[in-house]
């Protein structure tokens, strides 16, 4: 294991040990000022950030755009905030429920529970997408799995991470080799939720537009809804003001019997569920994760 993961370990560790002593308030406002921060100290994230959103927004002004750039840090400063109390033990369960309004929560959670369809959550890098599966957890008695990368420090995962999820009863399936594990879930009648909105490197991918451009995206949800009619709902968890959320639940993405090559059809599909992410970007523009390089841009 590396020196870098022990430093890092520690780090967090420390950061989680100052945060069980200061001011929640102040703890949200610090973390969304040092991530703006962030936004003019890390030139090749800013030069990321300005460039996608001039590619996704080319009738705004440059001023526009660098507002909605610096909100985009401050938000995801505020959304690590809110994660960190959560595992430092400041926020509880019921401060959790307190936090979030939702949005067709009833029409969801009678799906899950009471439909013998198959359910696939599709969402993306907006808002606090990590607070998704906590709320869920909470409030309904299927088991729940998330697709997620594993991360370069094992001690964090291990030590961190994980416990917080057994904590939810969340559990994790890594991407290498998902679809099987994804599969099995849904047919024991299982949640599993997925993030579409990053770019993929593997030879896994299709290309379809998103916001106009060609984006290299996966076509795991179009293969499950395809082949085996699951259902897939896109969701969102959307911060408003004064601290709390929203958690938006939109209409299952409708598919019938179609009789091109499986290949059209997933492209097609897939268009339709980054269609139903690129919606809600363009509804939040300030609360996606835009430093992600998403078209593949050549940075200097």
């Known amino acids: 294991m590396l020196i870098r993961d022990h430093i890092e370990y520690h780090f967090l560790q420390g950061l989680i040990f100052i945060l069980r002593c200061l001011p929640v308030n102040w703890v949200r406002a610090t973390l969304a000022q040092a991530f703006v921060c962030c936004f003019y100290l890390l030139r090749r994230r800013r030069q990321i950030t300005l460039t996608n959103l001039r590619i996704a927004f080319p009738e705004k002004s440059s001023r526009e755009i660098t507002k909605i750039a610096k909100n985009s840090y401050a938000n995801l400063g505020r959304s690590i905030a809110f994660n960190l109390l959560i595992i430092s033990g400041r926020i509880s369960n019921e401060a959790i429920q307190e936090a979030i309004k939702t949005e067709n929560w009833n029409v969801f959670k009678n799906h899950i529970e009471n439909s013998e369809k198959r359910t696939l959550a599709i969402t993306g890098h907006i808002g606090n997408w990590e607070l998704i599966p906590q709320f869920i957890a909470l409030n309904i008695s299927n088991k729940i799995h998330v697709i997620a990368r594993e991360?370069?420090?094992?001690?964090?995962?291990?030590?961190?991470?994980?416990?917080?999820?057994?904590?939810?009863?969340?559990n994790v399936f890594y991407k290498k080799n998902v679809m099987l594990p994804m599969l099995r879930a849904l047919k024991k009648g299982d949640l599993v939720g997925i993030l579409i909105d990053q770019k993929l490197n593997d030879r896994m991918h299709v290309k379809v537009p998103f916001f106009n451009h060609d984006a290299n995206c996966t076509p795991a949800p179009a293969l499950l809804q395809i082949r085996y009619g699951v259902?897939?709902?896109?969701?969102f968890m959307i911060h408003t003001p004064s601290s709390h959320f929203k958690f938006i639940i939109g209409d299952p993405i409708p598919w019938d019997i179609d009789p091109r090559p499986e290949e059209e059809q997933?492209?097609?599909l897939t268009r339709r569920h980054q269609a139903?992410?690129?919606?809600?970007?363009r509804a939040y523009p300030d609360q996606w994760f835009w430093m992600h390089n998403r078209w593949k841009i050549e940075v200097q």
């Open 151 to 170: 991360t370069t420090n094992k001690l964090i995962e291990e030590r961190i991470i994980n416990p917080l999820r057994r904590r939810f009863g969340v």
């Open 231 to 235: 259902e897939v709902w896109p969701i």
């Open 266 to 268: 997933v492209i097609e």
């Open 276 to 281: 139903a992410i690129e919606k809600m970007i």
